[in-house]
């Protein structure tokens, strides 16, 4: 089993920054990938961010390169998501998922995520 927190979310004007935390807990075995979606109201979850943790690849939605960073800080068991440059359009609730692992072609797949944090809302106005 694998518990996941999101915590960072908040409001904030078009071009600032905000943090998402994902505090892990559980088995490491299945949580070798971890992601970050979100889902907007009346639009499908999406893939933002991807980190296999065994290798250390990254994968990003094109929507979000060079603007999110996905990392892990391994002794705090928490994977985190900057966020720079935010704009309206990122407004969604962000969720962490885990799985026990991850390609390119398929990292953002959401239906093959067990597990799931409860999310955390973030709001960007102009």
């Known amino acids: 089993q694998v518990q996941l927190v999101e915590s960072g979310g908040g409001s904030v004007q078009a071009g600032g920054s905000l943090r998402l935390s994902c505090a892990a807990s559980g088995s490491t075995v299945n949580r070798r990938c971890m992601v970050w979606f979100r889902q907007a109201p009346g639009k499908e979850r999406e893939g933002v961010a991807g980190?296999?943790?065994?290798?250390?690849?990254?994968y990003y939605a094109d929507s979000v390169k060079g603007r999110f960073t996905i990392s892990l800080d391994n002794a705090k068991n928490t994977l985190y998501l900057q966020m720079n440059g935010l704009n309206p359009e990122d407004t969604a609730m962000y969720y962490c998922?885990?799985?026990?692992?991850?390609?390119?072609?398929?990292?953002?797949?959401?239906?093959?995520?067990?597990?799931w944090g409860q999310g955390t809302q973030v709001t960007v106005s102009l």
């Open positions: 998922a885990a799985r026990f692992d991850c390609a390119s072609a398929s990292w953002h797949l959401d239906y093959l995520y067990t597990y």
């Open positions: 980190l296999r943790t065994t290798s250390g690849s990254t």
